[in-house]
């Protein structure tokens, strides 16, 4: 199964950027890198996606390495909203998403 | 709406008793996923159906799992004589492609199951 590393939490002042980190090592190169978020009591929310090519939207960026190996989702102007564990994956032969721990992300007023 | 819709939202069930649970996906989309996830963990992958087709049924943790979509759009996950440890949250999603790759999927609410 698909496997991703991320650190358990983290911590962003409000207003402020908040950079979450994810390594993929072992992800092929036709698959793409995902991003979910869930807040409290609710079904995982979809951020973003991408193959290559850096990505961006009206929710967030998505940087990912040349080497495909890790990835950066990017939360431009973090909001109270914002806490929720964010989730990354990579999809897998019959497009199932595996999460793993996700980290939890924490705004500070 | 427009979204995925599951019902129960709440379910309470007696150890012993058969449950099932229902996920009306979004019109059109090819793909259906069932998650399980158990309080203060990540969804762990239940089943996945392409149409009425289940292509993956890896996840299900034991034969009292089953899960049906038999006209290829509402699912059913059943689960028999329900034991203490499938207490979770159940998750359903579906999207509209079935490129191996490219597929974002959408989220219901899930049914919060409590087995007493």
């Known amino acids: 199964d698909a496997k991703t590393t991320q650190p358990t939490s983290m911590d962003c002042a409000e207003g402020r950027a908040a950079n979450l980190p994810c390594n993929h090592s072992t992800i092929s190169g036709n698959e793409y890198v995902y991003w979910y978020r869930q807040i409290h009591s609710q079904g995982p929310q979809y951020i973003i996606h991408g193959l290559k090519n850096n990505e961006t939207n009206e929710m967030a960026s998505l940087i990912i390495t040349e080497d495909r190996k890790s990835s950066t989702l990017i939360l431009p102007h973090a909001t109270l909203r914002d806490t929720a564990v964010y989730y990354c994956?990579?999809?897998?032969?019959?497009?199932?998403?595996?999460f793993g721990t996700g980290t939890l992300l924490a705004v500070q007023p | 709406g427009a979204g995925v819709s599951q019902s129960p939202r709440y379910k309470v069930a007696k150890r012993g008793q058969d449950v099932a649970l229902r996920c009306d996906p979004i019109s059109g989309h090819v793909s259906l996923f069932w998650y399980q996830q158990a309080l203060g963990q990540g969804p762990e992958f239940l089943t996945y159906f392409q149409n009425e087709a289940q292509l993956d049924k890896s996840g299900l943790p034991s034969d009292r799992f089953f899960a049906e979509r038999p006209e290829g759009s509402v699912s059913t996950l059943k689960i028999q004589r329900t034991q203490q440890e499938d207490s979770a949250v159940y998750l359903c999603?579906?999207?509209?492609?079935?490129?191996?790759?490219?597929?974002?999927?959408?989220f219901g609410q899930g049914t919060r199951l409590t087995v007493v």
């Open positions: 999603a579906s999207s509209l492609a079935v490129d191996r790759g490219n597929t974002e999927a959408f």
């Open positions: 994956m990579y999809g897998g032969a019959t497009n199932k998403l595996i």
